[in-house]
């Protein structure tokens, strides 16, 4: 099964558009090791999500140990449930291709979070693996997003368009094998609702919800499809982090039942 596929037959499986964020820090952890840590998340929550997301930087800032305890988790993954590797690479195509093939072939990832701002030949290497997915950064949640995203820019056909409107629209362009998704931020839900009309049938990957304090209700409105699929719900720290004690895993069960509850409501009522 190609990224889709999985994602669909998983979000109709569990009735979710959740996506859990494994972000293992350990001075927010409770003494376990990483890798049991987001095992015991992974357990507790496998039938409230549509996918899984590991952000590779806490794995990668413990050294050869959190790398390794990455590798063992991504192959613990239910096979049934996609995992997307939150690595936002990108550089001059020869690099590319081997930041591609690590997070593909290496680390066996269904999809990957990829910096489209060197253009097409950066971003090619990944688009390559057809069966793999690519969600390109084009309106992320952090405050300086607008630092750059924001700029406007004179549009081919006549007037302007926002940086993040120009990368939406590339995407499309690159979309050839229908491999391709945008990361859009929560955290900015007017400009969810303009890129849904830009791309309307792209897949969004949306964080930001939770901790950021992203707006839930208009990333269910805006973020999904005319079909009302079409948006991964990325939540991170509030989940993972429900709890600090050793009942960790019963209260990110909890959270994550809650906030998948809480998107299926509003599904509900944008349908």
């Known amino acids: 099964m190609d990224f889709i596929d999985k994602l669909t037959a998983a979000a109709r499986r569990n009735r979710s558009l959740l996506c859990v964020g494994l972000d293992p820090d350990p001075n927010l952890m409770p003494p376990v090791s990483v890798y049991d840590f987001c095992r015991a998340i992974v357990d507790a929550t496998a039938d409230q999500v ?12 413990l050294g050869l140990d959190g790398l390794t305890a990455l590798s063992r988790l991504v192959a613990y993954i239910p096979k049934d449930i ?8 990108g550089d001059i195509g020869h690099t590319s291709e081997a930041y ?3 997070l593909f072939q290496t ?12 253009g097409r030949d950066a971003v090619e290497p990944f688009l390559e693996y057809s069966d793999k997915f690519v969600f390109l950064l084009c309106r992320t949640s952090n405050p300086g997003a607008t630092d750059f ?15 993040f409107e120009v990368i939406a629209l590339r995407a499309r362009e690159w979309d050839t094998r229908h491999n391709v998704g945008l990361v859009v931020g929560s955290t ?15 897949p969004f990957l949306i964080p930001g919800i939770g901790a950021q304090g992203g707006d839930l209700v208009a990333s269910v409105r805006y973020g999904t499809t005319a079909r009302g699929d079409g948006a991964v719900i990325a939540v991170s720290r509030q989940v993972i982090y429900a709890s600090r004690e050793r009942d960790y895993p019963l ?10 509850q809480q998107i299926e409501s509003l599904r509900d009522v944008a349908g």
């Open 50 to 61: 549509c996918a899984y997301k590991p952000n590779l930087a806490f794995f990668e800032a």
């Open 82 to 89: 996609p995992v997307i590797g939150d690595a936002k690479r």
């Open 100 to 102: 591609a093939r690590a």
């Open 107 to 118: 680390f066996g990832f269904d999809a990957a979070t990829v910096n489209p701002y060197l």
């Open 149 to 163: 995203q924001s700029l406007e820019f004179c549009s081919p056909g006549g007037g302007r368009r926002r940086l």
């Open 188 to 202: 900015y839900p007017e400009d969810v609702q303009r890129l849904r009309q830009v791309c309307p049938d792209m």
């Open 251 to 260: 209260a990110s069960r909890r959270a994550a039942q809650a906030l998948r």
